[in-house]
Structure formats: structure tokens, C-alpha cells
């Protein structure tokens, strides 16, 4: 069962675009002439590919489901991958529903948590790193706006190797997880 009636239909495109686009006289042999050239390959390369997948997606369903389902989740991850606002949205709620229970009676994990971030922010420490699905939250040695030499030499900074060791939080699809671990039972007294 054909869904779209593909055969023969890019050749017909191809040749009314040719009968429309005819170039005067003056520009034959010159830049744009080459321009035009380029440009029209490489349409015809892309709309080869792009029936090609079609073609393919009707051989193979499932393999072009499982395409079009990964696709998707990671353009959603990227739509709802948060960003510095969201942190400090989630971060003052957190902090918000902490302040509400009697110092007596807070987590001891959830509040050193929360003041670990706190004191990061005070000395702007506190970095954030978008991979696009996904962000990551970390501290690093040195204010941003630190002008010294420790602060400015590239031997003193943070390493690729010990980076997972600064690392304090991830953020994904709009949440920063281990804040929501952390302040999950905030309360001393949770059921």
C-alpha cells in the first residue's frame, strides 16, 4: 500500500523547475551560473536522500519507527533541557519549602545541600554546562570574575580528568535530579 504516489514525481519536479529556471544570456559561464549549479545539486541531493527514506521506512518499518521515536525523544530532551533560570526557579522553591520546617526538625543531607549551592552562587562559583539534552551543574576553584593569575592560567583550572569530581547536579527534561533526591525527605519527620 503506497501512501504517496513517489514514482516518477521528483523526475516531473525536476524538469518544470528546469523549464522555469533558465538563466539570461549574460550570466552563462560567470559566478552565478555556478552558483545556481551548486545549489541545484545539492536540492537534488537532498530530496534523493529524503526518498530514499521513505523507501526505506516502507521495506523496514520498524527500523524507521525506532528511528523516528529516537529522534523525537531527543528533540524533546532538548526542548525541555533547563537552563540557569530553571535552576534558580527550582533551587529557591526548594529553599522556600525548607525554611518552612523548624531548624530542629530539617534533614541534616537536605540542608547541607542547600547550603552548598547557596554558598556556590554567593561566590560565583557556580557553573552550568548545556549539552543540549542535558545540563550539567558544577563548581568551580575560582570566581568568574577573578582576574589573578591562579584564576587565569589555564594549569590552574578544572581538568578533564578531575571534572566529574566537581560535578554537584544534572538537569534533564526541566528537573534537576539530584536536587529532587536530595530534597525528597527534607523533613526529618516524613512517613
Not at 514514482?7 to 529556471?21: D, F
Not at 545539492?42 to 521515536?69: F, Q
Request: hydrophobic content about 40%; some cysteine.
Amino acid at each position: 500500500m503506497r501512501l504517496i504516489p513517489f514514482v516518477g514525481l521528483r523526475q516531473r519536479m525536476a524538469e518544470r523547475m528546469a523549464e522555469r529556471l533558465k538563466l539570461p544570456e549574460k550570466f552563462k559561464g560567470t559566478f552565478v551560473e555556478k552558483w545556481v549549479t551548486y545549489w541545484q545539486g545539492l536540492v537534488r541531493d537532498y530530496s534523493e536522500v529524503a526518498m530514499g527514506v521513505v523507501r526505506e521506512s516502507y521495506t523496514r518499518p520498524k527500523k524507521a519507527l525506532a528511528y523516528g521515536s529516537t529522534m523525537l525523544f531527543l528533540y524533546k530532551a532538548a526542548e525541555k533541557n533547563p537552563g540557569e533560570e530553571c535552576f534558580m526557579t527550582l533551587f529557591r522553591r526548594e529553599t522556600n519549602r525548607m525554611i518552612t520546617v523548624a531548624q530542629d526538625q530539617q534533614n541534616p543531607v537536605s540542608t547541607e545541600y542547600l547550603l552548598t549551592l547557596e554558598r556556590a552562587i554567593n561566590q560565583k562559583k557556580l557553573r552550568l554546562l548545556s549539552l543540549g539534552i542535558c545540563t550539567i551543574l558544577w563548581v568551580d576553584m575560582y570566581d568568574e570574575d577573578d582576574c589573578t593569575y591562579p584564576a587565569t592560567c589555564e594549569y590552574t583550572t578544572v581538568g578533564l580528568l578531575n571534572f566529574h569530581e566537581r560535578v554537584i547536579d544534572v538537569g534533564f527534561w526541566n528537573q534537576f535530579w539530584r536536587l529532587n533526591w536530595k530534597m525528597r525527605n527534607y523533613d526529618v519527620n516524613y512517613l
